[in-house]
């Protein structure tokens, strides 16, 4: 079955550092979603993509976060520089283009900021 | 911001019991979605109703949806111990781009 690859699984990371975490979607998946989920929470969107363009990311921090999709399949979500209160799990999920269906979410990657 | 809103926030049952799930939301929508995630790891998409239907099954899940109270339950049939996990309700808006706005989720229990 296919699956949504994200890494690293876990990252421990001081703060004010710069960390990224990578995902690779299912293939054929034009949409892409980069959640975070705050531990005992729901996850929250932080930015969603179409192909290699950004549709939403009202949520996204742009102070010290930052998102890519280059060439409209794997991305890239960077946190510059990471506070206390990034502590959380970053999911990403990927589902077909245009109909509403399920997504499908990768592990996760949980970020400790010490 | 989170838009679903499930209830009980947590459930503790035995196994062999049916469990129910209920979820809350405040804008229309045009879908809403049932996920399942297990301690520290993905969600796992369970099942996916649209506005205009009013009850959906799969296998020992079985969903139903109120527009009008803007509302929507989960009821697992004869729960076992795998079923332990966190269920989160989430809605898809109308229009524009299609994305999920999750609750915060029931934490189910099933003791053997």
């Known amino acids: 079955e296919a699956e949504v690859a994200q890494s690293p699984r876990y990252k421990i990371t001081e703060k004010s550092q710069a960390v990224a975490f990578w995902c690779d979607p299912i293939?054929?998946?034009?949409?892409l979603y980069w959640y975070r989920q705050i531990l005992g929470q729901g996850p929250e969107l932080l930015v969603q993509?179409?192909?290699?363009?950004?549709?939403?990311d009202s949520q996204l921090p742009k102070d010290r976060f930052s998102a890519e999709r280059l060439k409209g399949v794997d991305s890239t979500l960077k946190i510059q520089p990471a506070e206390l209160g990034d502590s959380a799990m970053y999911l990403c999920?990927?589902?077909?283009?245009?109909?509403?269906?399920?997504?499908?979410f990768g592990s996760g990657t949980r970020l400790t900021v010490v | 911001s989170q838009q679903g809103e499930e209830d009980p926030q947590a459930l503790s049952i035995q196994e062999g019991e049916n469990a129910t799930m209920n979820c809350s939301y405040k804008?229309?929508?045009?879908?809403l979605q049932w996920y399942r995630q297990n301690s520290g790891r993905g969600l796992v998409h369970l099942i996916l109703?649209?506005?205009?239907?009013r009850e959906k099954h799969s296998g020992r899940l079985r969903v139903t949806l109120d527009t009008s109270k803007k509302s929507s339950s989960l009821l697992i049939t004869a729960s076992r111990a795998a079923d332990t996990a966190s269920y989160f309700c989430?809605?898809?808006?109308?229009?524009?781009?299609?994305?999920?706005?999750f609750g915060k989720g029931t934490k189910l229990t099933v003791n053997p």
């Open positions: 999920a990927s589902s077909p283009r245009r109909l509403p269906y399920g997504y499908t």
């Open positions: 293939s054929g998946h034009a949409t």
């Open positions: 993509f179409q192909d290699e363009s950004v549709v939403d």
């Open positions: 804008t229309s929508i045009n879908n």
């Open positions: 109703i649209r506005s205009n239907e």
């Open positions: 989430a809605t898809g808006t109308q229009g524009g781009s299609e994305k999920l706005v």
